[in-house]
């Protein structure tokens, strides 16, 4: 027998070549074989981190090696996505900015470096994935040595990193958005990595929930699969987060009192501090009620631990809950907290974004109708087709019925406090040509304000749902400056109400057009939620605004022209929990009776109000519409800019048309 080549005995180990086996490649097959067989590594996500991680300056305010110790309740969550830990699903419902984000990219460093196989990393939108991998993950390739020696360069030729796929030794991590049936079923995975849940869509391309779409490339793993959902908390009732988290053993960081000992977990009933002075905030313990001052929270932290409190209906899933009370010293302080919610005062908007960022807990929204008839209690006495003193501005909402269009006319102030100006119904409907000259003469009108001054509409929201073609044409016509035809969807949303506009195709005169209308997308649930808030708002007296008191921000005002019919339209909805065929739990507007279009109208007007930009304006743009209208004199540098919109008409007041039989 000839001796073996000197090829094969560079790449074989000693007493292993390929002519034991008869074959080339023999050896190379065999080692191969070997590593499968070896058994994931004892090493654990959190201690990979502190040996391995390296911080980047451009993805990170505390550039450098990773320390698991700035965030001691992220050891546990982390040690259990290791593969020596039997736990198949780990939930983490928990506040922005605690670090879970950077815990989740440690345990994509681990899987390519220690443990690999497929994974699978999902961004609420594919755009998301794609930001993600470029302020994410190639940093934590580029700064990590032992990460870039296992994923390909991007520039090589036939090269397995690109912006959503890093391919590895062993394995392959795809990243992708909850909007992407395709990316969700793409490839089986043993990891998958969930993160911002709350912000999927409902579907992902009508092929159902995308969280249940990702599980399922899990599944054929069996008892090896890991799942890391991972969440800032939105609306209760909507939350998969919560829903994941209230289904799990619901695990509480657990820390010490630093005189008596008493273990505990931070509930923001107990940070207590002088009124009108955040700064005076500590947290009171609920064994000895002494106050803990903030620099005490570091050393809570090294010795708190995680502690279930409920059974979880899986046993192989566990679920944790972090408020932003738990941030260390130098990040979210005690005082910033109780500052912030000082601020959200007032305002639900921003009480509902304080409870779902800082205190990781999900935002109870009502969404009950107000009575009516306490609303025609609280008119008030203005002329049909005048502005009240602090409305500021004006838009319209119309709404396409089958033989009219209506339409109702808001006056806007400071804080968003509204009044009702007009009704105005336009008979004939969509196909009656003189039905579209009304509302073109709609756009040229004029109202007069209280202080003697006329003013035209600042922008007019017309609905696209009925005759879409037809509101196409019309606005296209008429132009996109003042009109802003618009499509209102289903859900709420904690990012904008309204996002567009969007360019869409328009058909006039049997020739269809591209790009031919700017079309803007309402979240309808969002702005009918927003009224019902501002109707239920409490308010000063006649007596006590009669001596100066101001109503609260949102106030919304109404006329005493303003009848118990369109009262009842303006009321016709109400939100309640529904489950689906899957019994996930959703919220939906429901109707009290048929005629909604008052609701309809102001949700147009409202969504008008927010492309105007009015939810943006600075202190200086609302300065410089009151001071167009002669209510405050404008001088000197506290002006407002030269780009805020006038308020003012520079047209003959035309003749008002025909006003509804109901309003009067």
Known sequence: MSAPSSTASQRSDPGLDDDLFGFDGAAALIRAWSRGLRPDPDLTVSSWADRHRKLASRASAEPGQYRTARTPYMREIMDRLSPGDPTQRIVFMKAAQVGATEAGNNWIGFVIH????????????????????????????????????????????????????????????????????????????????????????????????????????????????????????????????????????????????????????????????????????????????????????????????????????????????????????????????????????GSDEAMRAFRNTILGETWMETGEAPDWQRLADRREAWAPGTVPERGLFLTAGADVQKDRIEVDVWAWGRGLESWLVDHLVFEGGPGDPGCWQQLTDLLGRTWAHASGQTMTLARLAIDTGYETSAVYAWSRQVGFAQVAPVKGVEGFTRTSPVTGPTYVDATVAGKRLRRGARLWTVATSTFKAETYRFLRQDRPTREEQAAGALCPPGTIHLPDWADGEWLKQLTAEQLVTVKGKRGFARLEWQKLRERNEALDTRVYARSAAWIAGADRWPEARWADLEAQLGLVKQDGPEAGPATAPSVLTRTTPRRRTVRSSYMG
């Open 114 to 345: 220690q443990a690999p196989g497929p994974m699978l990393a999902v961004q609420p939108t594919v755009e998301l994935a794609k930001r993600n991998s470029r302020q994410r993950i190639d940093p934590l390739i580029d700064e990590s040595p032992d990460l870039r020696e296992r994923v390909k360069p991007a520039r090589s030729r036939d090269a397995g990193n690109t912006m959503l796929s890093k391919e590895f030794a062993g394995g392959i991590l795809i990243m992708t958005g909850a909007n992407s049936a395709v990316g969700l079923r793409s490839t089986p995975a043993r990891y998958i990595f969930l993160d911002e849940v709350d912000a999927y869509p409902a579907s992902a391309d009508e092929e159902g929930d995308p969280v249940t779409l990702a599980e399922a490339r899990s599944l054929t793993f069996a008892h090896r699969r890991k799942v890391f959902l991972v969440s800032t908390p939105t609306i209760r009732g909507l939350s998969r987060i919560e829903r994941e988290f209230e289904a799990s053993d619901q695990r509480r960081f657990f820390v010490p009192c630093p005189h008596c000992a008493a273990m505990q977990w931070l509930r923001f009933e107990r940070l207590r501090w002088e009124k009108g002075r955040p700064e005076t905030a500590e947290y009171h313990c609920e064994g000895c009620e002494r106050p803990i001052a903030e620099h005490h929270k570091t050393r809570m932290l090294e010795r708190g631990e995680w502690r279930a409190t409920a059974t979880a209906a899986d046993p192989a899933t566990v679920g944790y809950h972090l408020s932003a009370l738990y941030s260390p010293v130098g990040w979210l302080s005690w005082q910033r907290i109780a500052r912030a919610h000082e601020a959200a005062r």
